[in-house]
């Protein structure tokens, strides 16, 4: 089996050791692929490990590998390891691309809510959802931005999303 797509496939049941054994074995080999560098740093922000995500996702920035999923990544790596003026701008420019992936959007609509600014929360999570209709953590954050405008009836139908669970990562 190729090795990429046995890392991927284990990266996308939840088995990160095994992904990430198989990563570091393509790594070895591959050690300048900006795709694959983006790759593991995702793993290690879905794993929590904001350091190592941080250095593999800025490496793919650095090699012009920075679409909007990327730098979306790169803005929760950042904002998880407490460092909000990094995050915002990471997300900021992943907002600016000509068609941002949805989680971007998403993401980018967790920096407006209870911040006072509800409405540009609600407009991000909306272009989020038209592009992608399931997705939990623009449901949760359109949830918060509905609660913030005190459209309760709405708020709570958009919070059931909420408790199925979100991590937000593109």
């Avoid at 989020?128 to 209709?133: H, R, T």
């Amino acid at each position: 089996m190729d090795l990429f797509k046995e890392a991927s496939e284990h990266h996308v049941a939840g088995r990160y050791a095994e992904a990430e054994k198989a990563y570091d074995m393509l790594l070895t080999q591959n050690h300048n692929n900006p795709a694959l560098l983006a790759t593991i740093g995702t793993l290690y922000l879905q794993t929590s490990r904001y350091g190592l995500a941080i250095h593999m996702l800025e490496t793919a920035r650095n090699n012009k590998f920075a679409g909007s999923d990327v730098l979306s990544n790169l803005s929760l790596a950042y904002k998880n390891s407490g460092q909000q003026a990094k995050a915002l701008e990471c997300i900021e420019e992943a907002c600016k691309a000509d068609d941002p992936c949805s989680g971007a959007l998403a993401n980018y609509s967790g920096f407006f809510t209870n911040t006072g600014t509800p409405d540009k929360a609600l407009a991000l999570c909306e272009k989020a959802l038209a592009k992608e209709p399931q997705m939990v953590v623009a449901h949760w954050n359109k949830a918060l931005a509905l609660l913030e405008l005190g459209e309760w009836d709405r708020a709570w139908d958009e919070h059931e999303w909420g408790l199925k669970g979100h991590k937000g990562i593109s």
